[in-house]
């Protein structure tokens, strides 16, 4: 690099300017400098503007969209100011009209006069217009298992002829539509059934001369509401014929009854009637048998066994060493009560081998109920009269809730044993 010194002399002042040349490089030397990036002011500044203002309007667009409307902003003044002692309750996730609406259970205050099964005022004012319905029913062994049975309120279970039983059960608060086998009267289950003053379901009846057996005078005699075979018939199954395999319905009895005005609920005297035991109070085992005609006993064909269960308070049925079982519901027979009533028993000796049994007196009874055997005393004043129970204090029996079953074992020529207690 060459500096130029130019020097001029003037009057009272020396002035001297220096001036720096650049040399010019050569074409070899420009060649390899670097060139300048040049900045285009007309084409970047519109891009940065618009950049710009897309990025103010994006932001603006998330507060007011985003934030604002979604969560609107309140004044101090909007903003409620809660005591700390309440807690700020969490919105339901549904609504107060979709929950179910319990429906109030009617109370159940109603009791039955006939086993003490309590009902509500609504089905008892149903069952008022409905009358007992009384139906014999067949225990020869080819007539097992019997229909209906564990649907009955009272059973009577005594002996016919030949050493063969026979029930007589009583229904009211549930009506089978098949009942059976049904087999015909005697004297003795007439003068039971009375005080129920019911519907009469049976096939035949004992016609003698002697009042004391004369079953069939004796049902005109007493204005017995004879339903007898109305709406009967016959079941073939293969392994049941005649005269075992006759059948009748509870159903049918009362709708036959209304067109002869035999609806409504006849007076009964009402025997006492409490809740189950608790379970700590019951007993835990008991099993007893009853023979009805140790002479004549049919190898034991209708001998009965009785076993306590605690879970239910209930006793289990079995008839000549096999379990009885109610065919409609295939459940084995039970009751909550057992009654077994010793009562005098007397040969007729007629051509047909009927008995004479006393109903009308008093007598010994033994009483299965909650687990325990105790006994007392029967007492039937009439034949319109029902049959009255006593403890041995001379109290009347409270019974259990539920199926009474009535078994009327004769006094000399029956036994009671108890196997397990």
């Known amino acids: 690099m060459a500096k130029e010194l130019n020097m001029t002399d003037k009057v009272g002042k020396i002035e001297i300017k220096m001036e720096e040349t650049t040399p010019i490089p050569s074409e070899d030397i420009k060649s390899e400098l670097p060139k300048k990036k040049i900045f285009n002011k007309k084409i970047w500044l519109p891009i940065l503007i618009t950049f710009a203002v897309l990025l103010a309007l994006g932001t603006a667009s998330f507060y007011y969209f985003g934030i604002y409307k979604v969560k609107p902003y309140k004044k101090p003044s909007q903003v409620i100011s809660l005591n700390s002692e309440y807690l700020i309750p969490q919105a339901l996730a549904f609504e107060f009209s979709a929950l179910p609406i319990p429906t109030p259970t009617e109370p159940r205050t109603e009791q039955s006069t006939l086993n003490g099964i309590l009902f509500t005022k609504t089905e008892m004012k149903l069952l008022q217009t409905k009358r007992p319905v009384a139906v014999m029913t067949n225990n020869h062994v080819d007539a097992r298992p019997q229909s209906g049975l564990n649907s009955a309120d009272v059973v009577y279970e005594a002996l016919a002829e030949s050493g063969i039983t026979r029930y007589m059960a009583i229904y009211w608060s549930q009506a089978p539509k098949k009942v059976g086998p049904i087999r015909s009267s005697r004297q003795y289950y007439i003068e039971w059934l009375s005080p129920y003053d019911p519907l009469y379901i049976y096939d035949g009846c004992a016609d003698t001369e002697n009042p ?20 009967a018939w016959r079941w073939n199954d293969g392994r049941r014929y005649a005269p075992h395999n006759e059948y009748s319905s509870v159903t ?32 835990t085992r008991t099993k007893v048998k009853v023979t009805f005609y140790e002479r004549l006993n049919n190898r034991g064909a209708y001998d009965t066994v009785w076993t306590y269960d605690s879970t239910t308070n209930s006793y289990l049925k079995e008839t000549g060493g096999k379990i009885d079982i109610d065919q409609e519901t295939n459940t084995q027979l039970f009751s909550k009560n057992v009654i077994i009533q010793e009562v005098t028993m007397t040969p007729t000796y007629d ?16 009483y299965l109920i909650d687990g325990k055997i105790t006994e007392g005393r029967w007492k039937k004043i009439a034949r319109t009269d029902r049959t009255t129970y006593y403890d041995k204090d001379g109290n009347e029996v409270q019974f259990n809730r539920g199926r009474v079953w009535i078994t009327a074992m004769p006094r000399s020529q029956g036994k009671f044993a108890i196997i397990e207690q």
Not at 264 to 272: D, L, N, R, S, V
């Open 212 to 231: 004391k057996t004369d079953a069939c005078d004796n049902l005109y005699k007493y204005d017995i509401k004879k339903i007898a075979t109305i709406g």
């Open 252 to 283: 049918a009895a009362w709708e036959y009854a209304q067109k002869l005005n035999w609806g409504g609920m006849p007076k009964i005297e009402a025997w006492k009637f409490k809740p189950d035991a608790k379970v700590e109070e019951r007993g």
């Open 351 to 366: 051509e047909k081998g009927r008995v004479i049994i006393d109903t009308i007196g008093e007598g010994k009874s033994i």
